[in-house]
Structure formats: structure tokens, C-alpha cells
């Protein structure tokens, strides 16, 4: 994981989190197994569902969530190892969100 600072102005700046798939891939697998763990699907037995199975159903949702959640973690613990002075929170640059694709990474 790389986090890189770009500094706008004396005021402003911008936070880059360059992420790759070992950085959240035993997380997303995790959450996967524990998933599987709960469901009741009909044709299986409670907790018995295969992983494989949670993969396809919630696979994109579950990525997305622990993506979303190691990035707010990076950046804070960024911030505050950094000490870097805020007003309000960092905001995500949603020009930028339309060219992920989720499926095809």
C-alpha cells in the first residue's frame, strides 16, 4: 500500500492510497468465510454453505466493504502518524470512482 501526499496549496491537498490485492485480499477472504459461516441457504445445512458459493452471491459487496474500510483506516492512521492538521474530514474524489471496475481488477 502506498499513501502519498500532493500538496494543492498551503491549504489545500489531495491524499493518494494506492492499494493492491495482498493488501486486502486476506481481509475480503475472511469476511467471506465468516459469511459462510451464518448463511442458510436452502440445500445446505446452517453454517455449512460453501465459500465458493458466498463468493458469487456477495463477493463484489464484501470487496467493496473491506476496501472501503482499509482505506478510511489508512488514511486516518496517515493523518495521524503525519500530524497533519484537518478541517472536517477528507473526501473521497468522486471523479475518479467511475473508472473502477469492480469485476475485472
Do not use: C
Request: charged letters at 35%; aromatic letters at 6%; glycine letters at 8%.
Amino acid at each position: 500500500m502506498d499513501i502519498v501526499l500532493n500538496k494543492i496549496d498551503e491549504t489545500q491537498g489531495s491524499i493518494e492510497v494506492k492499494l493492491g490485492e495482498a493488501d486486502y485480499k486476506d481481509r475480503v477472504d475472511s469476511k467471506l468465510k465468516e459469511h459462510s459461516k451464518k448463511a442458510s441457504m436452502k440445500g445446505f445445512r446452517p453454517g455449512k454453505v460453501p465459500v465458493g458459493m458466498i463468493r458469487k452471491m456477495y463477493g463484489k459487496s464484501v470487496l467493496i466493504d473491506e476496501i472501503n474500510n482499509l482505506l478510511g483506516e489508512s488514511v486516518d492512521k496517515y493523518i495521524n502518524e503525519n500530524s497533519i492538521r484537518l478541517v472536517g474530514r477528507p473526501l473521497p474524489n468522486f471523479a475518479d470512482a467511475d473508472q473502477i471496475d469492480w469485476d475485472n481488477q
